[in-house]
C-alpha cells in the first residue's frame, strides 16, 4: 500500500508510520518528494484495517492499496474460467444461457403455463420468486414455499432447471431443498449472514450487484461465497440507481466486460430488472451477447397486465418467442468468433 | 392514481382501463385534453400492484400513484411526534440525545475506557458493533456475543444505554436480550426479513438509511417494523452514495426537516460514516442540531491509529469532549428557539 | 398538468387553483378522492413556469405535467426518422457511420497517419479536438485554429468527413469554416447561449450528453438547437456520471433505444470516454450495433501513451483495424434484421 | 505519482516506464512487491498528461497522481484566507453575508420591491437572473440588459450590491458594466471558455458548483478563473444530483468544512437551488452557519406564485425577515466561537 504524509509532516511522524508499517508486517520504503513524501509499504496483503490505522495517524494525508482486496474470485488467482453445471445446462462455457420466468410465482395455471412457454421457446432455466422483497410492507409477499412447490411441478413437467431467490438465513435450507440454483437480489448483495450461509450450500448461487455496489464490492460479496466454500458463483448486472429516471435503473453494460477481465465467474444480465421497460428488453438482451456474458435473465408472463409484480418489464409469451428468435443470430456469430 | 394514455390510445383502450379500475375498486374519471386522455382513479389506496397492472396494458403511456405509500409512519395519520423512552432516556421530545462509542467492539479495555470517556462528556447511549457488515471477507467481523456481554457490562458500570446493530434474523434474540436499541444497518435497511422480525420486539430500533435509497424507501422500510407491531423506530440519516468521492458518502442534511415534515418519528445523524473524516465530525454535529435531528451518533475510540474498523473517522476522547462542549450552545439555543 | 392538492387544502385553496389554471389558459377538473382533491388542468401545453406557479400556491402538495416539454425533437410530432447527409456520408438511414481519430489534433504526423489509418479501416469521419475542454488550466487546451486547418488538409487527403468540437459561441464561424460538423461536448450540453448560436448555422451539429443529463433534458437541449433553426442535429450517448469508479462514467446503454422510441434524431455511441479503458471499446461497439445505434465514435492514436490527452482509452491502428474487422458481422446482422 | 505494474509485467516493460518517467524530468524508484512492482515518480508536479502516458503504456495495471491537481486555490499555496471585498461589503472576513432576490429580474415593480424588503430585514447583496440558462427553450430567457439596468437601479435605492449570472463569453463585457458580483452558474462551472474571460475582469466571481461536479473539479475551475488573473472567487455549494427526487437536488453540506480545509476562497451556501422547496431554506440557512460558511445566497419573491421561475423554493417577504430573525443568534453564537 501508498501512504501519503501531509506535506508539513514532521521526521517524527514520518518515522512513525515506517514502525506501524512494520509491525504490521510489511517493509517501508520511504520516497521524499519534493512536495511530499510517501511511504510505500511492501508486504502480504493490503489490508484494509492496516490502511485505515495509517490513514488515522497524524501527520497521514492518504493511504491506499495497490493490490485488490478480492482473492479467489479473481482472474490472477485462477486464469481458468470457471464453469458451473446445473444439470445438464452449462454456464460459463462459452454458451450463452436464458433463464425466464414470471418475477412472482402466483398460481398453479400462471407458472406451469409459463414454464411450457419459455421451455418451449428455448429457455434451459425457469426464474420465479416465491419469497419477494418487497419495498412496501403492503405488496405481495409471494407464497413461500408453496411457490417453491410449484417451481419443483414446473421443473418436472418441463425439464427446465429453477432459480428462485433466497431472502434470509432462515429459509436457505428449504429454498435449498427446491431450487436448482439459489439466487441472492440485488438488496441483499451486502447482507453477510446470507452470503456467508451459501458459501456453506452444494447448490450454485446467482449473486445480483445492489443497487449502489461497486464493481469491487460485487466481486468481496462473490468472494464471501467463496471463501465460505461455495466456488460455484455466477454474478448478475442488473442495473445500478443513477438519477436518471426514464428507466427504472441504469444498466451498466461495461460492467460485463469488465467483469471478464477482473474474474473467472460467469455473468448474466437481467434487463428486465434494469430498465423496467418491456420494449427494451430485446435490444438489451442482443447487447449482452454482443459484450459477452454468458447468460440472461428475464421476466415473462402470460398476461403482464395482470402481474402481481413487474407487469410493466414483463414479456408476453410471444413477445418471449420473438425475443429468442432475434438472439439466435447473435449467438451464432458469437460463438464464430471464438473459433 | 393517474393513468395518461398514449397519444394514439383508441377509444377501446380507454375503456378497458376504466374498466380495470373499476375491478380494482377505484372510480374512474376521465379528462380528455388535446393531446393526452389522462384517467384519473379515485379509491382506497394507489397501490403499486394495480399501477404496474395499468401501466402493463395496451395503450398506456404511465401511471403513477398520487397518495404517499407509507401509511403508518406519516404525519398525516399520526400528527403528534413519537417519543421513544430507552429508561430514563428520552428522543424525540425535542432535546438532542447523543449516541457515541467505537465502532466495533474490540476488547475490555478499549470499550470500558470509551464507554467512561463518552459518559463523562454527557453522552446517554453507548454505540459498539459486536456483529459486523464487512465489504470483505477477510475483515474482522466482530466478537459476537463476547461483544454484546462487554456492552452490557459498559452498561453496568456508567449508566449509558447500549445500541448495537443486528445483521441477521437468527441474531434477533440474542441482540435483543443485551441491546437497549437494536440498529439496522444501512446494508440492511431491505432486508425485509430482518425488518419484519424487528417489528415483533419490544424494544426500539434504530433505522439507518440505506446507501442508495431514497426517502420514501427509507420510510416504507420504517412502516415495515411498526406494521409488525413495533412503533418505536427511529430513523438514522448517515450519508448516501454519490459520485463524490472526496467523502465517503454524501451526508443528506436536507433529509432531517424534510422527514420532520413527513414523519412523526425521531431522526438521528450519523456524521461519522456520512464523511469517513474525523475533522468534519464537529461541525456536521452543529449543524444537525440547527437543522432540527433529535439525536447525533458518533465513533469514539481511544487510539483511532489502533482501531480495528472506522479509525479515520474515529474522534478521540479529548476531540469528542470539545465536541460536546461545542454543541452545547448550539442546543441551548435550539430550546430557546421552540419557547 | 395534475395538481395534488394537501390532504388539509380548504375548499378557497381549491378554488383558487381553478381560478388560476383558467387564468393560464387550462380547463380544470376537480376530482375529489377521500384522502386528496387532484385537479387535472387540460389545455395548450403543460409550461413548466405554470406548473412552479400552482406548486407555489397554499394548499398545493405537488404538481406536475403529463405531456412531454419537448416538441420538435419528438417522434409524437415527427413520425419519420431523420437522415443526415454530410456530403456523401449519410447518418441514420439504418447504416453504422464510425467515426475516428485522436482525441486532440497534436500535430501534421500524428493527425494525418491517423486520418489515413482510419480511412483504410472504413472509418467515413475524421474526428479530433482542436479546442480542448480541460478540467485543469494546466493541461493542453488544443491547437485551436492551427488544429481546424489539419482536420482540413486530413479532410482533403483522404475524402473523410471532419466531426470537431466548438467551446465557445465567439469560436462557432471559424469552426464552422472548416468542420463538416459540429461537436456540443458534455460539459457544454447546457451551455443555452452556444446551443442558440449552433441553431442558426447550417452544419449538422452533434450533442453529447451531459455527464448528469437526464434524457429529457439531453432531448430539450437538442430542441434548442431545432427550435433556433437547424433541424440537423444527431445525439450522442458517451456515459453518465454515477458512484462508479471502476469505469469513467457508466455507458447508459438503454438510452440508446428508449431514444429511438422518443426522437426521430440519428444517435451515436462513444465506448472511449463512456469508459476510458481501451479494452472496453471493441465489445461496446458491437453491443451499440445491437441495441441500434447509427453510429460510433471512438478514439485513436499512432501512439497512444505518447497521446497529449485520453491515451488510455485511444486505440491503435491495429487495434481499430481489428474493431472494424470485428463490427462487420454485427452491421451485416442488422441489416439482414429490418429487412 | 505511482505507477502500479501488472502482475505480469516484463523488466523490459518496468525498463521502458523508468524511461519514460526520467523522460518527462522526475526520478522513478522502483518497489518490488510479492505480487505487483510499484515506481513511484518524483519530481516537478503530477501532470495529468504524463500519468495519462503512463497509463497507456504495457505491462501498467494503473498509475495515479499523489499531489494534488490545483495550486493557487489551495491552502497549501496560501494559508490565509482570501477576503473579498465589495465595496463596504466583506465576505470571507468571519462574518455571514446574506445575498437575496428574485430568480429572474421580471420587471420594476417586483424587483424594486424586493429589493427594498431584503435590504430592510439584512441582506447586503442583491441577487436576479437577467441572463437565465433554463432546460427548456419556451421558458423566459431573462430580460437581458434590460434586467441588468433594474438591477443597477435597485443599487442606487437601496445600496445593495448586486449579483448576476453571465451565461456566455460575448455577454462578460455588459454584464461587468453592470453587476458588482458575477455568477457562474452550476450548468457553466465547466465552461472552460467563460471561466477564462472572467479571469481577465477586475470584479468578484461567485462561481457554483456543477450538478455533478467533484470538490477537485470545482476547486479546478476557480483554478482557471484565478491563472487568468482574477483572484477574487468565492465558492457556491447548491446541491449536487443525485439518485434522490425528494429534493431538486442533494446539498453536500459536508463539502463546506471540507472546502475551508483544502482552499482559502470563501464558501457560500444556496439552500434554494439545493433544495427547491420553500419550507427547507430555513433550517439550511442555519446549518450554512453552523458549518462555517461565509454567506447565504437565497431566492425572494413578492408573490412566489406568480414568478416566472423558481416559485416553490422562493421566499415571500415576510418569510425572508423571519429568515433573518432566525439566523441572527446563530451568527451571533458562532462568532462568539472564534473569539
Not at 7 to 19: G, R, S, V, Y
Not at 278 to 286: Q, T, W
Not at 308 to 333: C, H, K, V
Request: negative net charge.
Amino acid at each position: 500500500m501508498i501512504v501519503a504524509m501531509q506535506a508539513e509532516a514532521t521526521e517524527n511522524q514520518i518515522n512513525h508510520i515506517c514502525d506501524r508499517i512494520r509491525e504490521f508486517g510489511y517493509t517501508p520504503h520511504v520516497i521524499r518528494g519534493t512536495e511530499r513524501t510517501v511511504i510505500a509499504a511492501i508486504g502480504p496483503g493490503d489490508k484494509k484495517e492496516h490502511i485505515e490505522n495509517l490513514k488515522s495517524a497524524d501527520g497521514v494525508e492518504d493511504a491506499f492499496p495497490i493490490l485488490q482486496p478480492f482473492k479467489l474470485v479473481s482472474k490472477e488467482v485462477k486464469k481458468q474460467r470457471s464453469v458451473i453445471q446445473v444439470g445438464d445446462v452449462t454456464i460459463g462455457d462459452g454458451g450463452f444461457v436464458v433463464m425466464a420466468g414470471p418475477c412472482s410465482v402466483e398460481g398453479h395455471e400462471q407458472l406451469m403455463s409459463t414454464a411450457e412457454a419459455v421451455a418451449a421457446s428455448g429457455a434451459r432455466i425457469l426464474r420465479g420468486g416465491a419469497y419477494k422483497p418487497r419495498t412496501s410492507p403492503y405488496d405481495f409477499q409471494g407464497l413461500a414455499e408453496e411457490g417453491l412447490k410449484l417451481l419443483a411441478e414446473a421443473r418436472n413437467r418441463t425439464g427446465l432447471k429453477v432459480i428462485t431467490e433466497v431472502l434470509d438465513t432462515e429459509d436457505v435450507e428449504v429454498v435449498a431443498e427446491y431450487a436448482d440454483i439459489l439466487q441472492i437480489g440485488a438488496r441483499n448483495m451486502q447482507n453477510f449472514a446470507l452470503l456467508k450461509k451459501l458459501g456453506e450450500i452444494n447448490k450454485p448461487v446467482m449473486l445480483k450487484r445492489g443497487l449502489s455496489a461497486t464493481i469491487k464490492e460485487f466481486l468481496l460479496s462473490a468472494e464471501y461465497i467463496v471463501t465460505h466454500g461455495n466456488p460455484n458463483v455466477m454474478l448478475c448486472e442488473r442495473g445500478i440507481r443513477t438519477f436518471e429516471t426514464a428507466t427504472r435503473n441504469t444498466l451498466d453494460i461495461a460492467a460485463v466486460p469488465l467483469l471478464n477481465e477482473l474474474t473467472h465467474l460467469p455473468v448474466v444480465v437481467d434487463p428486465s430488472h434494469a430498465t423496467g421497460k418491456r420494449s427494451l428488453v430485446r435490444p438489451l438482451a442482443k447487447a449482452s451477447i454482443a459484450v459477452g456474458a454468458d447468460g440472461l435473465m428475464t421476466e415473462v408472463h402470460p398476461r403482464p397486465e395482470e402481474a402481481w409484480s413487474d407487469g410493466p418489464q414483463s414479456l408476453r409469451f410471444e413477445e418471449f418467442a420473438a425475443l429468442m428468435n432475434e438472439i439466435e443470430p447473435y449467438i451464432t456469430l458469437r460463438k464464430s468468433e471464438s473459433n
